[in-house]
C-alpha cells in the first residue's frame, strides 16, 4: 500500500478534501465504484475510458492509502483483487453529490454533450458523473 504525504498544513476545509480528490481520475473512479459497487481492476478500466494502467494502478493505490478505497484479494489461481468504496469514500461520495448537480447543470447552461462510457471509447469524452 502507498503511503499518503497529504497530511496538510491547510488553508481550510476545501484545500484538504481536493489534496484527497486531486487528479484527473479519482472522481470518476469514486463515481464507477459507487454506480456499479465492488469491481475487479479490468471492469474499473472499461468504465474509465481513456484511463491508463499505471495512471488507475496510481490512483487506486492513492484513495487506498487515503481510506477510500478497499483492495480485496484473493489468494486463488489466477489471482483475483477487487476494489470497492469503504465508508469514508461513500462519504465522500455523498459530499461531492452536490458538485455533480452543479456540472450537469452547467452541461445544460453551455450545451455540453454527454456521452456514454461506450461512446466514450470512441470519441475520447470521458461520460460524466
Known sequence: MATSARRGPYFCGIDAAMDVVAGKWKSLILWELHEHGTRRFAELRRGLP?????????HLREMEADGLVHREVYREVPPKVEYSLTEHGVSLNAALASLGEWGTERMRRIGAEKVSVNDAGTTGHRASA
Open 50 to 58: 481513456g484511463v491508463s494502467e499505471k495512471m488507475l494502478i496510481q
